[in-house]
């Protein structure tokens, strides 16, 4: 069968809401993307943290062509399916969890754990304890009730009015205790590492007061893992490092190593309050995407690649704390494993179009942060190679 080439797409057939580079990305090897000239960039982005393996990488690529042997891609949520159910269980063994919920997206993994939330503080406390705090910094998505939860000002405006009963909060315990003390609280959701509102790392010592307030006031605590989780701390999930278990988590980015794929992380107390018909999605947890994430949980699971971007990491933050001594245009670098931001004296976008320039990828923040967020397989020449570039730039 002859298969017509496609058209090349215009720019107008698109949608113009992303500002895009200018530039098209052909193919990908290793850490490094190609446009159309065969230029090399090396990537700093990992498709925004998606591409922890890297492009290419030999297994992933065997893992695809294992997942269409059965010839399933799809067959819906009529019917279990062995390669969903193993993914669940796996999760469910490496985690806090009792049982997932698989669907599509980071946004709505955390809308469908909103739900679920409700539906549990329904059931244990009455129909009162209703309202979903969000943080101060927090980026949750940008459906309707994601926006909602989501403190960026500029995303938000032009969408009023946003869904009610969601309510951003400072990132002070004492702030949180009041708003959960008037009783009218389901849930609390909360980034470990809050990434797109500038890379800001919560102290364990927060997480676990966040915990304890939680608790005592019959809280569900949500952790939005979709950025920081699946190895990019250096743990598998970020709520490792500070040793507290959330009630719920949300995945989504790396889960299926860029298929789209999200899912719901519930403790049992959560789960035992859900009932059939409760939430559904058409292609969540479909047998292709969930054998092809099995693999990549295995790969980002693996205790020397997490040791390895904990110590790469680490060395990461050393190299950029030394950077910011030299140089005058970098206010400040935070940030852990291979998720960091950098806050410049120049606006982000104009950092980020010079490095790609230059043969970096990079990403915003915010207007003033930088994020670099390189493959979780970056070995530390490649990271060096990026940062002598990035050097370059900012000087
Ligand atoms: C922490 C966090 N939560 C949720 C989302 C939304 O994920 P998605 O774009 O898959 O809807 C993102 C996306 O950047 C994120 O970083």
């Known amino acids: 069968m002859t298969i017509a080439p496609i058209a090349p797409p215009t720019s107008d ?45 030999p297994g992933f690529m065997d893992a695809l062509r294992a997942a269409t042997e059965a010839g399933l891609v799809h067959v819906s949520n009529l019917y279990s399916t062995a390669p969903a159910r193993a993914l669940a269980e796996s999760l469910v063994a490496k985690s806090f969890a009792q049982s997932v919920f698989f669907c599509n997206s980071g946004a709505e993994a955390n809308e469908g754990a909103f739900k679920f939330a409700r539906r549990w503080a329904r059931t244990t406390r009455g129909d009162a304890a209703t309202e979903i705090i969000a943080l101060r910094g927090s980026f949750h998505g940008r459906l309707f009730g994601s926006l909602a939860a989501t403190d960026r000002p500029a995303y938000r405006a032009p969408f009023r009015p946003l869904a009610p009963g969601i309510t951003i909060v400072e990132r002070d315990l004492a702030a949180i205790e009041v708003a959960l003390s008037g009783g009218t609280v389901a849930a609390v959701i909360a980034e470990p590492v809050q990434g797109e509102g500038g890379v800001r790392v919560l102290s364990a010592e927060f997480l676990r007061g966040l915990r304890e307030l939680t608790r005592a006031h019959g809280v569900a605590l949500i952790f939005d893992e979709v950025q920081c989780g699946l190895g990019r701390t250096g743990r598998l999930f970020a709520y ?156």
Not at 21 to 38: H, K, M, N, T
Not at 43 to 49: L, V
Not at 244 to 258: I, S, W, Y
Not at 323 to 334: G, H, P
Request: charge should be negative.
């Open 240 to 395: 490792e490092y500070a040793g507290v278990e959330p009630d719920m988590m949300t995945l989504a980015k790396p889960l299926a190593g860029g298929f789209p794929m999200g899912a719901v992380l519930l403790a049992s107390h959560i789960a035992a309050t859900i009932q059939p018909g409760d939430h559904a999605t058409t292609f969540g947890g479909g047998p292709f995407v969930a054998s092809v994430a099995s693999y990549v949980l295995e790969r980002l699971s693996d205790e020397d690649l997490l040791a390895h971007v904990r110590e790469n990491g680490a060395w990461l933050g050393d190299q950029l704390a030394s950077l910011s001594l030299r140089l005058a245009t970098v206010r400040a670098v935070r940030g852990v494993g291979y998720l960091w931001g950098i806050d410049t004296t120049a606006l982000a976008g104009t950092v980020v179009a010079k490095a790609l320039d230059a043969g970096l990828l990079l990403c915003s923040a915010g207007n003033h942060t930088v994020r670099l967020l390189p493959p979780l397989v970056a070995r530390r020449d490649e990271l060096a190679e990026g940062l002598a570039i990035l050097e370059d730039v900012l000087a």
């Open 13 to 57: 057939a698109l949608l113009p809401v992303y500002r895009r580079q200018p530039v098209e990305i052909a193919s990908g090897a290793g850490v490094r993307l190609f446009d159309a000239d065969g230029r090399a960039y090396l990537d700093f982005t990992s498709g925004i943290a998606v591409n922890a393996l890297g492009y290419g990488d």
